[in-house]
């Protein structure tokens, strides 16, 4: 089984201060069918269901604002949050979604 | 905007039935795969089921011999049953559809989850 290993567990950063998550997989998710990284990153405030940021490792979903960014391949991948606003407090997982694996999740609070 | 509601009981006791149903409003459930996601209090995110509108499914093979999911297109709904729980199946169960295909880029659309607790 793929195991995804989120660093660090959780984070505070100052607001307008860049934040970075990094997840590294056990195993490639970069699959040679179609040479795509099967990675997505998601957001999950308090009392609400994860929300879709990035999918195939660095498509923004829909609606997503620019300051959230996904990035790496093969095996290690980074979220990155250009400058932090306050509603970006959350607790962000990294999906392999080819075996359905979810990273332990970062908290990220404000400094 | 598509929209999904989890329903079922709430309470259960070890060994009995978990049943739930996700009911898919503003969108039709065909052309899509459609999952179960659960997690515990505080935990983590476990993916148990899909299903797709033809009726294919995968299971995670932790919970495969316990897990059931169905699919009703006449109701625009998918169920998840699983057998004998368990204090460990206490969980916010949610509904969610996947981008695309069975491993098309995650999940775009999540119910609100609801708390199922098993306890004697």
């Known amino acids: 089984d793929i195991v995804l290993t989120q660093s660090p567990d959780s984070l505070a950063v100052s607001l307008g201060e860049r934040a970075t998550i990094t997840c590294k997989s056990s195993q490639s998710v970069l699959y040679s069918s179609n040479n795509k990284n099967y990675l997505a990153w998601y957001q999950q405030k308090p009392g609400q269901p994860p929300k879709l940021l990035i999918y195939w490792a660095s498509t923004r979903e829909s609606g997503v604002p620019d300051r959230f960014s996904g990035s790496g391949s093969g095996t290690d991948f980074t979220l990155t949050i250009s400058s932090l606003q306050a509603e970006d407090v959350a607790v962000y997982y990294c999906?392999?979604?080819?075996?359905?694996?979810f990273g332990q999740g970062t908290k990220v609070e404000i400094k | 905007q598509v929209h999904l509601q989890e329903s079922g009981p709430g309470l259960l006791k070890p060994s009995e039935t978990l049943s739930l149903t996700c009911t898919v409003s503003?969108?039709?459930?065909?052309?899509?795969?459609w999952s179960w996601i659960r997690q515990p209090p505080g935990k983590g995110l476990e993916w148990i089921a899909y299903?797709?509108?033809?009726?294919?499914?995968n299971y995670n093979t932790s919970l495969k011999s316990r897990v059931t999911i169905s699919v009703d297109m006449s109701k625009n709904q998918f169920s998840l049953k699983v057998n004998s729980v368990t204090a460990a199946d206490t969980a916010v169960y949610y509904c969610?559809?996947?981008?695309?295909?069975?491993?098309?880029?995650?999940?775009?659309?999540w119910g609100q989850g609801t708390l199922v607790t098993v306890s004697s």
């Open positions: 969610a559809r996947h981008v695309g295909d069975a491993s098309g880029g995650g999940f775009d659309s």
């Open positions: 503003g969108g039709s459930i065909s052309g899509y795969y």
């Open positions: 999906h392999e979604y080819y075996r359905r694996t």
């Open positions: 299903i797709h509108y033809s009726g294919a499914t």
